[in-house]
């Protein structure tokens, strides 16, 4: 079975390495000031005469309360005026783009993240979806998955009421832990009350897949306090779950400087809330996706790994990596094509730029040949857990053991240690193999030896 795990203590100490989520490849350590809107537009115009569908991505910053561990780009206020002149140049974003593309490309996907995307107010969020759907294809029979992020201390029936009527069918609810001890150390104090309130809803109001979001590692937690969280979120039966592991990078995320150190698990207890929340995720029905995520079985992503048909983009794990990925709003990424790109993460930055009746596009990269490749090697490892070498032959017209021969011993390794399979055919990660499957995907990232670990988190 795909779900199988078998934990190995010792394998996930050997290959519990920081590296790279790969929601990319490359990843957008490497996106460089080189790529602008020319490259942008050129790519939005190759969308267009292919007609390929869409998949958007709209960025709402705000919050009105900061958590610290976050490492969002996001903008802390109680100024709910603040959104206006940000909703304004989002406005201005959207027909820009909107432009270069074709009327008759489908809007498959739409995603909605932050910040907290209801921050915005409810008239602010109707004008918004009615500016998206003047500018875009959005589909009106709610096949499309149109979802948004959800904290349950901002939003109540009318909320959820509201955002199904404007057609959003998914919710992704920010819940990390519901230990009040736990809750008071990351400053985000939110009841289980509040969150079964926001679930129920949904459920009335017919939304078609509910996502809780929980973090293992953050100050306070014991493997006893995590496991009675995980139980209580079993019994509100999400149709998937994202487990995260908390990368404490104070250098980098200020908030995260407000966390006492002294007081997060030890690496040991680390691993134990992972193998107990797996045990009792695996025990209630729940298969293991990969890379933190979980579904049950008859959800979309994991019918999806059952066909193969399963991928990856900066939204996560997904059903519609084949649309292009158009970001719009401070820091979203776009992958169109070959093309990545990424709007400024400066939010006056962003607004200047698009006050100009300028595209704020800040950096990014276009794949070359090897991009391709190997994009499409992770691709395949991450999503379905194996590799097939003649596909990949095929695919890119190279003889996949000459073109990688340089990594044969650290595959040999891998096999012999146990992690996978390895044969003239392809690769087979193993159950042993499947929580560390990052660690084999890095074997194949190019760039990863220029880069400094310590941006990325570890694997486990």
Known sequence: MLDAIRWDTDLIRRYDLAGPRYTSYPTAVQFNSQVGTFDLFHALRDSRKALRPLSLYVHVPFCANICYYCACNKVITKDRGRALPYLQRLEQEIQLIACHLDPAQKVEQL????????????DELRQLMAHLRKHFNLLDDDSGDYGIEIDPREADWSTMGLLRELGFN??????QDLDPVVQRAVNRLQSLEETRAVIDAARTLQFRSINIDLIYGLPKQTPDNFARTVEEVISLQPDRLS?????????????????????LPSPAHKLEMLQRTIEQLTAAGYRYIGMDHFALPDDELAIAQEEETLQRNFQGYTTHGHCDLIGLGVSAISQIGDLYCQNS????EYQHTLASAQLATSRGLVCNADDRLRRAVIQQLICNFSLDFAEIEQQFNVDFQGYFGALWPQLLGMANDGLIELSREGIEVLPAGRLLVRSVCMVFDAYLEQQNRQRFSRVI
């Open 345 to 348: 993460s400066d939010l006056n």
């Open 243 to 263: 487990v995260f592991n908390y990368a404490h990078l104070p250098e980098r995320f200020m908030p995260q400087r407000r966390i006492n150190a002294n007081e």
């Open 111 to 122: 995603h909605f993240g932050g910040g907290t995307p209801t921050f915005l107010s409810h």
């Open 170 to 175: 998914r919710v992704s609810i920010g819940l």
